[in-house]
């Protein structure tokens, strides 16, 4: 009994020293029972082991994260794609778009003169005239020539002359020519009017520059230009 008891561990230890020559296992392998080419991975055997998880994605500044490291015989996971550099990098903004043009202030306007279109229409007298065979202009911008300046008749018997006026009040009548009597009249269709100094009135208009009188009606005083930004 004695003999046996000093044989036991003796055998035991033969094997003990012989397993690291004879198998390419450890002593872990051993005791779940795997064999090469076997290997033990999470606490099962395989031929090999899986890799470790890769990296984490990289932040908007910096590259991707590095790769995972997988066991001694398992493949490294692939890095995490970073977000500077990588498939959905994230990019610097555009160049902002050109800003408009400032707009040029609109400064007062300076002239010496404004074209004005003087009309006279016989029919807008009270009561209507009729029968005139021509009608000029005068006014003190030349003034008050006797003759006046000739206005012509268009197809509905209104007489037109535009003129450049001086700025600034200006007084003026029409010289209306019927059956051969001269007619100083004032502008049926302009309520701005001063004494004439013989019981009549003289038609007086304000012009200022800058102001398109030929895209307004006629008569009246002339409107003032707008500030200039």
Not at 5 to 22: D, G, I, M, R, Y
Not at 24 to 44: Q, T, V
Not at 145 to 153: Q, Y
């Amino acid at each position: 009994m004695k003999r046996l008891q000093w044989f036991a561990p003796s055998l035991w230890a033969a094997v003990w020293l012989a397993l690291p020559v004879a198998c390419s296992i450890n002593l872990d392998e051993l005791k779940a029972g795997c064999k090469a080419p076997l290997k033990l991975c999470d606490g099962k055997c395989a031929l090999t082991c899986a890799g470790g998880s890769g990296g984490t994605s990289g932040s908007s500044q910096t590259g991707g994260g590095e790769a995972g490291t997988g066991d001694v015989t398992g493949t490294g996971g692939n890095g995490g794609s970073g977000d500077n550099g990588g498939t959905a990098g994230l990019t610097s903004g555009g160049s902002g778009g050109q800003g408009a043009t400032a707009g040029t202030g609109g400064g007062p306007v300076v002239c010496d003169t404004v074209s004005y279109p003087f009309h006279y229409d016989p029919s807008m007298e009270i009561p209507p005239r009729t029968g005139v065979d021509s009608a000029s202009i005068s006014g003190d911008f030349i003034g008050w020539n006797s003759v006046g300046l000739a206005m012509t008749m268009d197809a509905d018997g209104v007489f037109r002359r535009t003129l450049d006026v001086p700025k600034g009040p200006a007084q003026y009548k029409f010289i209306v020519m019927q059956g051969g009597v001269k007619t100083w009249v004032a502008d049926p269709e302009n309520p701005e009017s001063v004494s004439d100094g013989n019981n009549g009135r003289n038609s007086i208009l304000d012009l200022k520059c800058g102001v398109d009188y030929t895209a307004g009606g006629t008569g009246g005083t002339g409107g003032e230009a707008g500030a200039g930004g």
